[in-house]
């Protein structure tokens, strides 16, 4: 069974640094598109950043040039590096993948549990 795990996640100040990481587990055979999405108590979810290389990347207009998005593809691993963090960054974000378990079937979308990132002072 495919698992993300994700983990990084706590409580910051305005202007700190957090660096979430998400790891796809179990047996599969390969992972294609990942990326971040954040829910806030009382919004939707919303896309924060998508990779499918390094120079495939996507963010949303809201933090662009704060957040960078990188894969280790040896370790099915996608980080999210977290930096000038806001109040309104504070959301729970949830780790997601495409990912084809066998080489005949369809890539699958993942979900990870969600860790919680708190921006306050």
């Given at each position: 069974?495919?698992?993300?795990?994700?983990?990084?996640?706590?409580?910051v100040?305005?202007?700190?640094?957090?660096?979430l990481?998400?790891?796809?587990?179990?047996?599969?055979?390969?992972?294609?598109?990942?990326?971040?999405?954040?829910?806030a108590?009382?919004?939707q979810?919303?896309?924060?950043?998508?990779?499918?290389?390094?120079?495939?990347?996507?963010?949303?207009?809201?933090?662009?040039?704060?957040?960078?998005?990188?894969?280790?593809?040896?370790?099915?691993?996608?980080?999210?590096?977290?930096?000038?963090?806001?109040?309104?960054?504070?959301?729970?974000?949830y780790?997601?993948?495409?990912?084809?378990?066998?080489?005949?079937?369809?890539y699958?979308?993942?979900?990870?549990?969600?860790?919680?990132?708190?921006?306050?002072?």
């Amino acid at each position: 069974q495919v698992r993300l795990v994700e983990s990084g996640g706590g409580s910051v100040q305005p202007g700190g640094s957090l660096r979430l990481s998400c790891a796809a587990s179990g047996s599969f055979f390969d992972v294609n598109r990942m990326g971040w999405y954040r829910q806030a108590p009382g919004k939707q979810r919303e896309l924060v950043a998508v990779i499918i290389s390094a120079s495939s990347t996507n963010y949303a207009d809201s933090v662009k040039g704060r957040f960078t998005i990188s894969r280790d593809n040896a370790q099915n691993t996608v980080y999210l590096q977290m930096n000038s963090l806001k109040p309104e960054d504070t959301a729970v974000y949830y780790c997601n993948a495409n990912i084809k378990a066998t080489p005949t079937t369809w890539y699958l979308e993942h979900w990870g549990q969600g860790t919680l990132v708190t921006v306050s002072s």
